[in-house]
């Protein structure tokens, strides 16, 4: 009987994993491979929960004949009933909530942007075109993506920064265009929401922002430099972010946090780039998991 593992898995998955994820600091100095661990997690939760209706009515139709024999209606006929129910009501859940994420984060985005097009100078001189410069005294810089993304910085940002800590901040917030990780923040939002609040981590999705920051900063770090990209998160820790922005609110302790991540280290005195193989490794195992036990419940 497989449909067991599978719930068994997705519960772990949803509730327990992330908390005790989030607690492993060590791996945000690999933040690609643990941003890949931290999809694995959520896909394979996803996986096993939607997996559990197939396997149920494969079991039955073994074990009892239910389904060659449809006037009969007993303990196997309950257990194929609460599987697709269990799977209905994830699913429905995960699009409603993929559609109310995704529909405000992009209005939102799209009123921020008409607003900052309307209100911003132009773009810096010799600069990215789709660079906007708003004529503010307090030091922000963050990036609107989409369709039509724009690098949003205030000519307190300007006045504050040199022109190499600009420029690391700069790289940084086109960093998180090119990449697109609004997509990737958005699919674990969706994931987070998707859960009940009572099992729900806010930890984990505090980690992903984390990581996917990490990632723009070491960006700026192959342009900049690590003092540099450092120098410029001091500067501009503490700066207001508006909402659907692709920006973290943080604190001093967050800077700090970042700044000992710019450049790689031993993850638990193993070289990084050998933690992250085994990690990707894990990931890719994590992910199988799910569909290995459902071929074999058709085998």
């Known amino acids: 009987m497989y449909i067991a593992p599978l719930i068994v898995l997705a519960v772990l998955l949803a509730w327990p994993a992330p908390r005790l994820m989030a607690e492993f600091t060590a791996f945000r100095r690999a933040p ?16 096993a929960a939607l997996a559990s209706a197939p396997a149920a009515v494969i079991h039955v139709r073994r074990e009892s004949g239910i389904i060659e024999h449809a006037g009969a209606f007993d303990d196997g006929g309950l257990v194929i009933v609460l599987a697709f129910l269990v799977s209905g009501v994830i699913l429905a859940r995960l699009l409603s909530c993929a559609h109310r994420v995704g ?5 939102v985005r799209r009123r921020h942007r008409e607003l900052v097009d309307i209100l911003a100078l132009d773009a810096l001189p010799g600069g990215d ?3 906007r410069l708003l004529a503010h ?28 800590e600009l420029d690391a901040v700069l790289t940084h917030e086109r960093a998180h265009l090119i990449a697109r990780h609004d997509l990737l923040l958005e699919f674990f939002t969706v994931v987070h929401e998707a ?27 192959r342009r900049a430099g690590a003092v540099t990209t450092a120098q410029a998160i001091v500067q501009m820790a503490g700066s207001p972010t508006p909402a659907g922005s692709m920006a973290i609110r943080e604190e001093g302790s967050i800077a700090a946090v970042r700044i000992g991540l710019l450049e790689r280290h031993p993850i638990a005195g193993v070289d990084p780039r050998i933690a992250s193989i085994a990690m990707y490794a894990f990931a890719a195992t994590l992910v199988l998991a799910p569909v290995l036990l459902l071929v074999a419940a058709f085998a």
Not at 34 to 45: G, R, S
Not at 149 to 161: F, K, S
């Open 32 to 47: 690609r491979a643990a941003l890949t661990v931290w999809q694995a997690t959520a896909v394979t939760a996803l996986l």
């Open 103 to 107: 529909r405000n984060i992009r209005a």
């Open 129 to 131: 075109r789709q660079v």
């Open 137 to 164: 005294a307090t030091p922000t810089a963050y990036c609107l993506p989409g369709m039509k993304r724009r690098v949003v910085l205030t000519q307190g940002t300007i006045d504050r920064l040199s022109e190499p």
């Open 195 to 221: 859960v009940p609040a009572v099992v729900r981590s806010d930890a984990s999705l505090r980690e992903v922002r984390l990581l996917i920051e990490v990632l723009a900063d070491r960006a700026a770090v």
